[in-house]
């Protein structure tokens, strides 16, 4: 059995096959719970949130079994976005939260992910930590000592106040027609609920989950279906989530789709023109375009790379003292308001934009020309080490070699899932196509 359980965002696999299943969850509940015990007479206290997967049942019950069992009291908040439970985590005074969420995977995945009593995601070093006890076993609470568990009816409504708290007293979004993709997951009532509130004229999809259509052909890893729905509706924009709403797209009038760097771009010349960027960096990871790195250095402004995991971007913002940070693929982390990547807290901010510029969404999402970008994904099977074969090595030293002065290459394994992610950015399509090609077919020959 392999002892490595965290992966760049918490523990993730698919539901009831290791480490997903039940008794890892209740033993990383009870190890967690005994970690985060802090001394002193007060109430040691979890918040749980989760998405609308049908396994998410499962790993509540086996998270609140293990809590309890360390004399942890659990607050269940039922269905809600990912950043709803940093925010409830610090409000609450809790000692720890968790999301059970697979965040944009298919809804046979599940996964688990803690955050601190600062609400902030774990560093490596707490979850190695964690992992360890796991393993290794905690002793339980004495019998009069074991915790207690409730629901918390009102958690998204505290959340839905937080976020409309961020934009401009008096900001209404009245006049705006809004598609909602809530991708049928976490925020399938809170994000419809908020617009509404704003004053928008909302037209929800993805809003209808039975615990097995999560990330099905909607939300943010599949925004054709809010396209469609914008055009034939006349809609001035769209606002794509993702399963657990850490992620957005947003889609203009038109159809087109504008990911997380065009957004960053948007929220980075519009803070730094009104003195609100701090250190007039933006931080993201190295999948971020290249056209994005150009666009802020013309208006003197700086990217920061880190690894890929919004984690690792909030770890660079909190270091270098940053606000604004993110990932291509829709986390936006604007740290003034959230502790982690928050989707409809970023899509809300872009629709303030559109009111006070008075601009359409295809004038305000296409901030750059992107430098064109190719990326692949060749699944491998456990135990598989594809990178480590030389006719692998080879293919990516004469792919990097073609590419020098011209563009870039990036070879990396996911971290949440069992592939090899292939990227290459080049303004030669031709060569773009052929270093990808090159090195896909190796790593597929590997990992064959």
Known sequence: ????????????????????????????????????????????????????????????????????????????????????????????????????????????????????????????????????MTFDGVDPAQAANIGRAKRVDDGRFRYNERVKGTLPRGLSLSGLKVVVDCANGAAYRTAPEVLWELGAEVIAVGVSPDGKNINDNCGSTAPQTAAEMVVAHGADVGICLDGDADRVMIIDETGAVADGDQIMALLAASWADAGRLQGGVLVATVMSNLGLERFLQNRGLRLERTAVGDRYVVERMREGGFNLGGEQSGHIVMSDFATTGDGLLAGLHVLAAMVETGKRASELAKQFDTVPQKLENVRYAAGQTPLDADAVKSAIAASEAELAGKGRLLIRKSGTEPLIRVMAECEDPALLDKVVARVVSEVQRAAN
């Open 1 to 132: 059995m392999s002892r490595k359980l965290f992966g760049t965002d918490g523990v993730r696999g698919q539901a009831n096959t290791y480490p997903m299943t039940a008794e890892m969850a209740l033993r990383l509940g009870a190890a967690a719970g005994r970690y985060f015990r802090r001394d002193g007479g007060h109430e040691h206290r979890v918040v749980i949130g989760k998405d609308t997967r049908l396994s998410g049942y499962m790993f509540e019950n086996a998270l609140t079994a293990g809590f309890t069992s360390t004399g942890m009291n659990v607050f269940l908040l039922g269905p809600v976005p990912t950043p709803a439970v940093g925010m409830l985590t610090t409000s609450m005074r809790a000692d720890v939260g968790v999301m059970i969420s697979a965040s944009h995977n298919p809804a046979d995945d599940n996964g688990i992910k803690f955050f601190g009593p600062d609400g902030f995601k774990l560093s490596d070093e707490a979850q190695a930590e964690i992992e360890a």
